[in-house]
């Protein structure tokens, strides 16, 4: 089973940034960024596919959240900029290990807060 380890949430003001890493025990085909916000459903945040070599983000995010990765370490990283309050939320990383179409594998979430 491929396990999720995350790290790099805070408490930030708007304008600030973070970088939020993944680190998976196996390389899946695809690892992605989902966010939930209290009271509101889970959404997708961000993704990189090993299997497609592509980037693909939620139109949220596009021009101010970056992903990218390290292979040797089977980990991708958020860069996330220019903050928003509204970007406040746990920050869940997945994995897509049977190259299925869903994401099967879920990391503990790390907690992002954005000040006004």
């Known amino acids: 089973q491929v396990q999720l380890v995350e790290s790099g949430g805070g408490l930030v003001q708007a304008g600030d940034s973070l970088r939020l890493s993944c680190a998976a025990s196996?390389?899946?085909?695809?690892l992605g960024w989902f966010r939930q916000a209290p009271g509101k459903e889970r959404e997708f945040v961000a993704a990189?596919?090993?299997?497609?070599?592509?980037?693909y983000y939620a139109d949220s995010v596009k021009g101010r959240f970056i992903i990218s990765r390290d292979n040797a370490k089977n980990t991708v990283y958020l860069q996330m900029n220019s903050l928003k309050p509204e970007d406040t939320a746990i920050y869940y990383c997945?994995?897509?290990?049977?190259?299925?179409?869903?994401?099967?594998?879920w990391g503990q979430g790390t907690q992002v807060t954005v000040s006004a």
């Open positions: 997945a994995a897509d290990i049977w190259d299925g179409g869903s994401y099967d594998v």
């Open positions: 196996e390389r899946p085909f695809r």
């Open positions: 990189f596919s090993w299997r497609t070599s592509g980037n």
